[in-house]
């Protein structure tokens, strides 16, 4: 029986069961980009935020985080200016400060973030402005509703982690495919993962759909 692939993304997938973990709400109605030269997203959904606020915010350059971010900062017409290999926030942190070190960044973020950029550069001597654009909410499930013995469910941010755990316990056969190490940190200890060859739901699909193939015991 090939295992059931379970998807805790927003975004459906084909081929997976859509179990949306996390909801995205509003917490500002101004970007503050006064006295700034340069944008950092880390999310397709703060690039998607900070449209619905101020469609302006394509005068400014960008660095984009993940190709995900990329692509939709290119599809609303924004440009970037620089999207790293590296997304680990140590990494990432240590790439704006070498690369940055002049420019006004300001990072439109979500209220809960997984590496504090900003501490981090400080201590580098960049100073890295911050406003928090929307936030991350728990979608809520009857626990009837938990993925069956021996799922694989893609995990694609900390936060999607921390709803599923509010919502389930963890089971151990189960194998979760995360989009990068900052997620892979969130996992319960003890858990089977696999983490994909990039950090786009896509590449995490792909891992998903090959280790079902390779686990399908009627083969």
């Not at 006064?34 to 397709?44: A, I, P, Q, R, W």
């Not at 009837?144 to 900390?158: D, L, N, R, Y």
Request: proline share 6%; hydrophobic share 40%.
């Amino acid at each position: 029986m090939i295992p059931l692939i379970y998807l805790t993304s927003p975004l459906a997938r084909p081929g997976t069961h859509s179990l949306p973990m996390i909801g995205f709400s509003l917490v500002a109605d101004r970007l503050e980009m006064e006295g700034c030269d340069t944008l950092m997203f880390t999310s397709k959904q703060a690039v998607l935020s900070a449209e619905r606020i101020d469609p302006s915010w394509k005068n400014l350059p960008t660095v984009a985080i993940g190709p995900a971010t990329e692509k939709q900062i290119r599809k609303l017409g924004g440009t970037v200016l620089y999207r790293p290999e590296e997304y680990y926030g140590a990494v990432l942190a240590r790439d704006l400060a070498e690369k940055f070190r002049k420019r006004r960044i300001l990072y439109l973020r979500p209220r809960k973030i997984s590496f504090d950029s900003r501490t981090y550069l400080a201590k580098a001597g960049i100073e890295l402005r911050e406003q928090i654009i929307y936030e991350t909410h728990c979608r809520h499930y009857d626990s009837k509703e938990a993925p069956p013995e021996g799922a694989i469910i893609i995990f694609t941010s900390p936060s999607t982690i921390h709803c599923f755990l509010k919502n389930f316990a963890w089971n151990s056969s189960y194998h979760a495919v995360v989009i990068g190490r900052a997620t892979l940190e969130h996992l319960p200890d003890g858990a089977k993962f696999t983490v994909a060859s990039e950090p786009t739901i896509d590449a995490c699909v792909a891992a998903a759909r090959e280790l079902a193939a390779s686990r399908d015991d009627t083969k």
